[in-house]
């Protein structure tokens, strides 16, 4: 299993600032995901962070948005950017430990006023 | 990644057997058959996997049809505690993102 700490929770932000949000596994781990989950809404990928190489970005998103660092096995940030109502969202980061199990952190509530 | 259909929303009594189906019929030999949940936007919880056998944990069983082309989760002695939106999701393995669709909001009454 992994534990996953995320921080921070929650927060509000004024719209064109950023938001830095940090991913702590108590385990090291090669893949770490990032996703976004919009108000009623599923989940949605956002990035794949490796350590040691550049975030895989999916489809509509972007990286001068979504900033990703992955200094080490154990730690990744995401940094969302120039902020909008828009980006009101829960995110999440998520880890594979095992072949077949993934794990979630509780996640960060981001509201934009 | 193969895609799931699963019901919208479903209803099921307190201490009755809560069976939520998935549908994947464009599932690959190699992806297995994994059911998440989040409860009240929480990080989604893993709760049971398979491939082609059915499945049994202190969570939920998880019955794969022969032709692995639809499956079902149960819920054997639903509490309320048990209300989320579960997940079905189809891939590889842990270390590939998992692709997340709409779920189905199983709530239990009491």
């Known amino acids: 299993s992994a534990v996953i700490s995320q921080k921070p929770s929650r927060d509000i932000c004024q719209r064109g600032t950023s938001l830095t949000i940090q991913c702590q596994v108590d385990s090291q781990v090669t893949m770490m995901f990032w996703y976004r989950q919009q108000p009623g809404q599923s989940l949605t990928l956002i990035a794949t962070?490796?350590?040691?190489?550049?975030?895989?970005?999916e489809s509509g998103f972007v990286i001068d948005k979504f900033p990703i660092s992955r200094p080490n096995l154990t730690f990744s940030t995401l940094t969302v950017s120039n902020m909008s109502p828009e980006d009101s969202s829960i995110y999440l980061c998520?880890?594979?430990?095992?072949?077949?199990?993934?794990?979630f952190g509780q996640g960060t509530r981001l509201t934009v006023v | 990644d193969a895609k799931t259909t699963q019901p919208t929303s479903m209803d099921c009594a307190e201490g009755r057997a809560a069976n939520l189906p998935c549908n994947h019929s464009?599932?690959?030999?190699?992806?297995?058959v994994y059911w998440y949940r989040q409860i009240h936007s929480q990080g989604p919880q893993y709760i049971i996997h398979g491939l082609k056998n059915n499945e049994t944990n202190e969570m939920a069983s998880l019955i794969i049809t022969e032709d692995r082309k639809s499956s079902t989760l149960i819920l054997p002695h639903a509490t309320l505690r048990d209300t989320a939106v579960y997940y079905c999701i189809v891939g590889r393995s842990g270390n590939t993102p998992l692709v997340f669709g709409k779920g189905t909001r199983l709530s239990v009454i009491a």
């Open positions: 998520s880890v594979g430990v095992s072949p077949t199990e993934a794990f």
């Open positions: 962070a490796n350590q040691g190489s550049e975030a895989t970005y």
């Open positions: 464009t599932i690959s030999g190699n992806e297995y």
